[in-house]
């Protein structure tokens, strides 16, 4: 039965065993004021200049302590219980950021006031939508013409912080460099394979179009798709690079990616709009709390433990200290 009376935060679930403290004061009562029997002696003026002892002035210490120890026992029995809540539990995401080092990355072109380049601009958004994340497993993969993993799922911030710090550009024209963006989503897919979270994100950013047919990006997206991992996409920057000018780049193929594994494509031109594009990513990859729960802890011992030391302590001094004739 649900306890009706609560005080303190503390509920008690027996509460009529609390009838029993006004029994226990008015047994006390009786027990202090009731008629002693008596012992024949000499004329009590006969005592009047014998000090008064330590053991008279604390004669009802024992009394009271039996009185004490009733009270608490009967507060124990009434079963004290103190409603706790648990911590909010909430499932974590697991994400794959692929981030794009290919040498076009180096193209200052994220901020009309300063030179910021690509490569800057993606690697601190990149660590602050990471950092914003502490109970989500995040990995980072880096890849040009091929992608590398730098780091596995951790809940490390501080260590993948310092991967992302140390991402730059790979040598322009060299072995390295190219844009496989089919190559880098299957990657981040195989990383996500054993993974046991309710939600897979890939976070893909790139600033150019796939260039190698290793692995086709419309085939790396079918992969993601039939593993139930959902790519979100980022078409970075504001084109390429031409001796006549900047040209526009087709970020269809991105589009397809996101389209395909239910994510969404993102084409910012800016390091203001980039990090507005992962605030969004943020608020859409948000699991739900659960609702909150409580749970019931018995505070019966300490009433218990009180009355039963106390009562101890009672006929104790009583039987050693305080003991008298009637």
């Avoid at 089919?182 to 890939?202: D, M, N, T, W, Y």
């Amino acid at each position: 039965m649900i306890g009706v009376v609560e005080w303190g935060g503390f509920t008690l679930l027996d509460p009529w065993f609390l009838l029993l403290a006004p029994l226990v004061l008015l047994a006390t009562a009786w027990r202090w004021w009731r008629p002693r029997a008596a012992l024949p002696t000499a004329a009590a003026s006969l005592f009047a200049d014998v000090p008064t002892t330590w053991r008279q002035r604390l004669l009802a210490a024992p009394l009271l302590g039996k009185t004490l120890a009733g009270l608490c026992l009967a507060v124990a029995l009434a079963r004290p219980v103190e409603r706790e809540v648990l911590p909010l539990h909430q499932e974590g995401v697991d994400i794959v950021l692929a981030v794009d080092v290919s040498s076009s990355m180096a193209t200052a072109d994220m901020s009309t006031e300063q030179r910021v380049r690509r490569m800057d601009a993606a690697r601190q958004r990149a660590e602050q939508f990471a950092a914003a994340r502490p109970q989500d497993r995040v990995a980072l993969i880096a890849f040009a013409r091929y992608a590398e993993l730098r780091c596995p799922p951790t809940l490390d911030e501080a260590a993948l912080g310092a991967f992302l710090r140390a991402l730059d550009i790979v040598e322009p024209g060299g072995a390295m460099d190219g844009t496989a963006v089919g190559v880098a989503l299957a990657k981040a897919v195989q990383v996500l394979q054993k993974s046991e979270a309710k939600s897979k994100v890939v976070v893909l950013l790139t600033d150019g179009q796939n260039n190698f047919a290793d692995i086709l990006p419309v085939d790396a997206a079918k992969m993601a798709e039939d593993a139930g991992v959902r790519v979100h996409t980022i078409g970075l920057g504001n084109g390429e690079a031409t001796p006549f000018g900047m040209r526009p780049i087709d970020f269809q193929e991105l589009r397809t990616i996101a389209e395909t594994t239910g994510g969404a494509f993102f084409q910012p031109k800016s390091d203001d709009d980039l990090a507005a594009v992962y605030a969004r990513i943020d608020t859409l990859e948000k699991q739900p709390l659960d609702d909150p729960r409580y749970r019931t802890v018995d505070r019966f011992e300490w009433p218990l433990g009180l009355g039963l030391g106390l009562l101890l302590l009672a006929l104790g001094a009583e039987v050693l200290l305080f003991r008298r004739v009637p």
